[in-house]
């Protein structure tokens, strides 16, 4: 189980009345309570606890979690902000695509959303993804936008296979990308029709060493050469940033590069996609030339991460 951003949860009942009171605290509350002689046992018979009915219990979900059938009118919401943002910001209809981000959702959850009309789908765990593409129809299209270690990139793309994994938005080595490469040319031998794999190239945008992605600078410029020159089974298909929550700055830097890559691969720079925004900032990306957002909780509801499958 993973706890780390849960909140220990204690709650006291009293005895003749219902009043429950529920308290959440980081456990490093406790320590002063605990490690110091100061914090004198007083203050616990305070609460009128009786000892018996003293649980503790590790919240799982803080906020509800929308009810399934709130994803139908979710994803028309989202549906309706992007085409409103499309048309204040004078950009032709249909050029922005919604990638509903699934990562940690049961398998029911994507089934709705799939009835709804969505067709594409992100998930950040190679097995999750691979899962999840064997129950749902074959005409759904899936994004890998999690980070993907070399070692399990080949299961992905051949489990998955080139017809139904659209794209991997996360590159930013030569070693995954020659990796990915050497696979989809494997699964080519032998196929009469050749297809290429779709990639973007992930940029830390935003400069914070917990964000994953080659640094926008020469480093871009750099892999992008390698990976147009030595990689002829990828196609790269665009950049893709995370940013810094509420630095909008992030996204028009990621579109500048993507102008200066243009030139690069002597590209039109509208071919090449933008694969940014989430949910709490889809609109101003979209604003900023997003073609691509990518949008999980406003669709699905909060993540809870205690009880995933990842891998
Ligand atoms: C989880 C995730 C998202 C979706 O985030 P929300 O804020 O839930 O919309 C988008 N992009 C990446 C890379 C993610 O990991």
């Known amino acids: 189980m993973v706890i780390s951003g849960s909140r220990i949860a204690v709650a006291a009942y009293a005895t003749s009345t219902t009043l429950r009171i529920a308290t959440a605290f980081p456990s490093q509350i406790f320590k002063p309570v605990l490690c110091s002689p100061r914090a004198s046992l007083t203050a616990v018979p305070l609460l009128p606890v009786l000892p018996s009915k003293l649980s503790m219990t590790l919240s799982t979900s803080p906020d509800a979690e929308p009810e399934l059938d709130n994803i139908a ?185 993507r102008d200066e890559i243009a030139i690069v691969l002597n590209r039109d720079p509208n071919e090449l996609e933008l694969s940014m925004g989430m949910s709490g900032d889809f609109e101003v990306a979209i604003a900023k030339g997003a073609t691509s957002v990518r949008v999980g909780s406003t669709i699905f509801g909060e993540r809870d991460y205690s009880s995933n499958i990842n891998g």
């Not at 594409?120 to 129809?137: H, R, T, V, W």
């Not at 794999?197 to 992605?213: A, H, P, Y």
């Open 73 to 257: 009118s979710n994803i028309s919401s989202v549906k309706q902000r992007i085409s409103d943002a499309i048309s204040s910001h004078d950009r032709p209809d249909g050029s922005v695509r919604l990638v509903a981000v699934s990562k940690t959702k049961p398998l029911e959850f994507l089934k709705v959303a799939y009835e709804a009309g969505q067709r594409c789908f992100g998930e950040n765990y190679a097995q999750e993804l691979i899962s999840k593409s064997a129950d749902m129809p074959d005409d759904v299209s899936w994004h890998f936008i999690g980070p993907l270690q070399t070692n399990k990139a080949t299961r992905l793309v051949s489990a998955v296979g080139l017809n139904k994994l659209a794209c991997i938005e996360t590159v930013s080595s030569l070693k995954l990308a020659a990796k990915l490469d050497r696979t989809v040319e494997s699964l080519n031998e032998g196929s009469d029709e050749k297809k290429k794999l779709g990639i973007f190239i992930q940029v830390n945008t935003s400069g914070e060493d917990s964000k994953s992605g080659v640094s926008p600078g020469e480093e871009l410029v750099d892999l992008v050469k390698q990976i147009s020159e030595e990689c002829k089974w990828l196609s790269i298909n665009g950049l893709m940033t995370i940013g810094a929550p509420g630095d909008d700055s992030c996204f028009d830097l990621l579109r500048q590069r």
